[in-house]
Structure formats: C-alpha cells, structure tokens
C-alpha cells in the first residue's frame, strides 16, 4: 500500500500542470517571432520531455519509498519459494 498517496497525485499533477502550461507559453512567445523554426520548436520539445521524464522519476521513487517494505520482502520471499 502506498502511505500518501493523494499527495503524491496532487503534487505531481501540479508539477505537471505547470510544466505543460511554460511549454504552451513558451511556445506561444516563440510563434510570435523570427525565431519560430523547426530547431528551436524541437529545443522545446526536448525540454518538455525532460522535464515530465524527471517527474516520472521522482514519482515513481516517492511512491518506492512510501511502500511498506516488509509487503515488498514477503512478496519477493513467496516467489522464490514458488520457483525453488
């Protein structure tokens, strides 16, 4: 069971929420110049994968780190006692 889970949801999605809403802006500043290339459309892009890809990260070790690791321990000991 993951302790804290809303918490988890909540933050994360904001964390997103204001990522996706600078990429959107930035996007929108950049289509009102000379500057609006392919190159600098695809610079944004590779930031807005890292960034979410950081969220994910983070999300997937807080959600690690919530879990009760003698839930964890036990389901590893029953299956290799299934498989030995």
Same mark, same amino acid.
Do not use: C, H, P
């Given at each position: 069971?993951? %302790? ?13 929420? $204001?990522? #996706?809403? /600078? ?6 500043? +950049?289509?009102?110049? !000379?500057?609006?290339? #392919?190159?600098?459309?695809? !610079? +944004?892009?590779? %930031? +807005? $994968?890292? $960034?979410? /890809?950081?969220?994910? !990260?983070?999300? /997937? ?6 879990? $009760? ?5 036990? /389901? !590893?000991?029953?299956?290799? +006692?299934?498989?030995?």
């Amino acid at each position: 069971m993951i %302790k804290n889970k809303e918490e988890i949801i909540k933050e994360k999605v904001n964390k997103a929420a $204001d990522i #996706i809403s /600078s990429y959107v802006n930035e996007m929108d500043k +950049l289509s009102e110049t !000379k500057e609006f290339t #392919i190159d600098n459309i695809e !610079k +944004l892009w590779v %930031k +807005l $994968d890292k $960034d979410t /890809s950081k969220i994910y !990260k983070e999300t /997937s070790r807080e959600i690690i780190a919530q879990m $009760d690791e003698r839930e964890i321990i036990r /389901s !590893k000991k029953a299956n290799i +006692l299934r498989k030995g």
